[in-house]
């Protein structure tokens, strides 16, 4: 075909003209037009191997063209490929059936299972849920750094300022309460850092509490002191919040791993005052962190879970949420509560159910731990070897690399940068042979490398990993 004639230049060039820049996001300098993808490998023009550490934001946890799963999205396409999602078809049952009786399992609870196309909608899905449960209250309390979607509803309680700046308030802002960062505590109980670099936040906490004895959890429970904090009425402890949004694991703000013990007391004390759990997995669910749900790690019975992205293995834009009996069932939320012309569509189902089944055949809950244990061992040798690498951590395959200055702890999102410019160029050598890599910066400086390698990634891809990210550190302090 007369397009496949164009040079990357032209295509560039075509970008630069008629497509809007609000839908990308436009770090690269030089940026390369990717043409075919295999397990945990992308490819530009010239056949140019590029390893992908973030496997689009975790939504291909189970590796790019995975044949099985593939297979099932093939077979809905040549069968039922389309169908009005008012109207029911055999995988949407499936699935949801699925996914609500592995949720029961984990939490206890039953709950219902409603679909829609994209992690955003989700959240803007679960905020009808909460505002209708809770009598139209339309405050909620949110993490700094946390990060739960663009829409305009999902951008009151993502964190950053910048996401609403142009658009103004949709609703209400949440009360944002500091995230437990152990690094890079809020209330400046982070002096120990040196002494506690090369451990994860879990060995550092130990049961939990560590010196602080969770201040930040402290210092949010005094809102519900007296009245004049804003939060309660203190007469008959009704408050005018109706929801805490939580990331288990922090994603966009940087991967960050709290320490044990804080989110089960935090859901103790909502509890005591009617304040619903959302639990947003979007990121974490489907077993990144070697659980189905991250909130699973830490002694947590959510009243909504939220999930998108690794739930089709990102063949198909599918989302969903699971709610409690009690908050979802036909009475409580009836039909057309919400509504997408998309949602629970049957290429989308078809392969969230195979997904689903594919994670049945595998034991994903040693596997990912396994990996995880290796490849975070790995990268503390390297950060043996450069003070650069200020904070790793990691939790099954979710793993962050904070860099800093040679003190260990200021952060460096300049040599963050680099690093990541320097990867997708395409030419970091390792036996001969040409590599890219690519990275992901989050976290609240920019500074901080999170790395979400495919689920199914080999012991000597992630040797090959660490071999050419060495490189490019070295490359990028020169």
Same mark, same amino acid.
């Given at each position: 075909m007369e397009h496949?004639a164009?040079?990357?230049?032209?295509?560039? *060039?075509?970008e630069s003209q008629y497509?809007s820049?609000?839908d990308?996001v436009h770090?690269?300098n030089?940026?390369?037009?990717?043409?075919h993808?295999?397990? $945990?490998w992308l490819?530009?023009r010239?056949d140019?191997?590029?390893?992908d550490? =973030?496997? !689009?934001?975790?939504? +291909?946890?189970?590796g790019y063209?995975?044949p099985?799963?593939e297979?099932?999205?093939?077979?809905q396409m040549?069968?039922l490929?389309? $169908?009005a999602s008012?109207?029911?078809?055999?995988?949407?049952?499936?699935?949801a059936?699925?996914?609500?009786?592995e949720?029961e =399992?984990r939490?206890?609870q039953r709950? &219902?299972?409603?679909?829609n196309v994209g992690?955003a909608?989700?959240i803007?899905d679960?905020l009808?849920v909460v505002?209708?449960?809770?009598?139209?209250?339309?405050?909620m309390?949110?993490?700094?750094?946390?990060y739960?979607g &663009?829409?305009?509803?999902?951008?009151e309680?993502?964190s950053?300022f910048r996401y609403?700046r142009?658009?103004?308030? #949709?609703?209400?802002?949440a009360?944002?309460?500091?995230?437990?960062?152990?690094?890079r505590c809020?209330?400046?109980?982070?002096?120990a850092?040196?002494?506690?670099?090369?451990?994860s936040?879990?060995e550092?906490?130990?049961?939990?509490?560590?010196s602080c004895g969770f201040?930040?959890?402290?210092?949010?429970?005094?809102?519900?002191?007296?009245e004049y904090y804003? $939060?309660i009425?203190?007469k008959?402890n009704?408050t005018e919040?109706?929801a805490?949004?939580?990331e288990? +694991?922090? *994603?966009?703000?940087?991967?960050?791993?709290p320490?044990?013990g804080?989110?089960s007391?935090?859901?103790?004390l909502?509890?005591?005052?009617n304040?619903l759990?959302v639990d947003?997995e979007?990121q974490m669910?489907f077993?990144r962190t070697?659980?189905? !749900?991250? *909130?699973?790690? #830490?002694g947590?019975?959510?009243?909504?879970?939220?999930?998108?992205k690794?739930?089709?293995n990102?063949?198909?834009p599918l989302?969903?949420?699971w709610a409690?009996?009690?908050?979802i069932?036909?009475t409580a939320f009836?039909?057309?509560?919400?509504h997408s012309t998309?949602s629970s569509n049957?290429?989308?189902?078809?392969a969230?159910?195979?997904?689903?089944?594919?994670i049945r055949?595998h034991?994903f809950?040693?596997i990912v +731990?396994?990996?995880?244990a290796?490849?975070?061992?790995?990268l503390?040798?390297?950060?043996n070897?450069?003070p650069v690498l200020?904070d790793v951590?990691?939790?099954?395959?979710?793993?962050r690399v904070e860099?800093?200055k040679?003190?260990?702890?200021t952060p460096d999102?300049?040599l @963050?940068?680099r690093?990541f =410019? @320097?990867?997708?160029q395409?030419?970091?050598?390792?036996g001969g042979?040409?590599?890219?890599? +690519?990275?992901d910066?989050?976290?609240?400086y920019?500074?901080t #490398?999170?790395?979400a390698?495919a689920?199914t990634?080999?012991y000597e891809?992630?040797?090959?990993f $660490?071999?050419?990210?060495?490189?490019?550190?070295r490359?990028c302090l020169?």
């Amino acid at each position: 075909m007369e397009h496949d004639a164009l040079t990357d230049e032209e295509l560039l *060039a075509l970008e630069s003209q008629y497509c809007s820049y609000g839908d990308t996001v436009h770090y690269l300098n030089d940026p390369p037009i990717f043409t075919h993808a295999e397990g $945990v490998w992308l490819y530009g023009r010239g056949d140019i191997p590029y390893l992908d550490f =973030q496997m !689009w934001y975790s939504a +291909v946890n189970f590796g790019y063209r995975n044949p099985e799963i593939e297979a099932a999205h093939q077979h809905q396409m040549e069968t039922l490929p389309q $169908v009005a999602s008012q109207y029911l078809h055999r995988t949407k049952i499936l699935l949801a059936t699925a996914l609500a009786r592995e949720t029961e =399992q984990r939490f206890g609870q039953r709950g &219902r299972v409603h679909f829609n196309v994209g992690g955003a909608q989700a959240i803007e899905d679960s905020l009808k849920v909460v505002r209708s449960q809770r009598g139209g209250k339309s405050l909620m309390f949110a993490f700094m750094g946390g990060y739960h979607g &663009r829409t305009l509803a999902a951008s009151e309680i993502t964190s950053s300022f910048r996401y609403r700046r142009r658009f103004g308030h #949709f609703a209400n802002r949440a009360q944002f309460v500091p995230y437990p960062y152990c690094y890079r505590c809020f209330y400046g109980h982070s002096s120990a850092h040196a002494a506690t670099k090369g451990r994860s936040r879990r060995e550092e906490i130990g049961t939990g509490e560590g010196s602080c004895g969770f201040e930040c959890l402290r210092q949010f429970a005094q809102l519900f002191e007296t009245e004049y904090y804003g $939060v309660i009425d203190r007469k008959d402890n009704a408050t005018e919040y109706a929801a805490f949004y939580m990331e288990p +694991v922090q *994603a966009t703000g940087g991967y960050i791993i709290p320490p044990i013990g804080y989110f089960s007391k935090l859901a103790d004390l909502l509890r005591q005052y009617n304040i619903l759990l959302v639990d947003d997995e979007i990121q974490m669910g489907f077993y990144r962190t070697g659980r189905l !749900w991250a *909130a699973e790690h #830490f002694g947590i019975s959510p009243d909504i879970v939220t999930f998108a992205k690794s739930l089709t293995n990102g063949l198909n834009p599918l989302s969903g949420l699971w709610a409690r009996e009690e908050l979802i069932n036909p009475t409580a939320f009836p039909p057309g509560s919400t509504h997408s012309t998309f949602s629970s569509n049957p290429l989308g189902t078809a392969a969230g159910l195979a997904t689903l089944e594919y994670i049945r055949r595998h034991d994903f809950s040693t596997i990912v +731990v396994e990996k995880g244990a290796y490849l975070l061992g790995r990268l503390r040798e390297l950060q043996n070897r450069y003070p650069v690498l200020g904070d790793v951590d990691g939790l099954g395959l979710a793993l962050r690399v904070e860099m800093t200055k040679p003190d260990g702890f200021t952060p460096d999102r300049a040599l @963050a940068d680099r690093i990541f =410019q @320097a990867g997708m160029q395409g030419d970091t050598q390792v036996g001969g042979k040409c590599y890219g890599l +690519v990275l992901d910066i989050g976290g609240y400086y920019k500074n901080t #490398f999170t790395l979400a390698p495919a689920l199914t990634i080999s012991y000597e891809e992630m040797d090959l990993f $660490v071999e050419l990210f060495e490189i490019l550190i070295r490359r990028c302090l020169e």
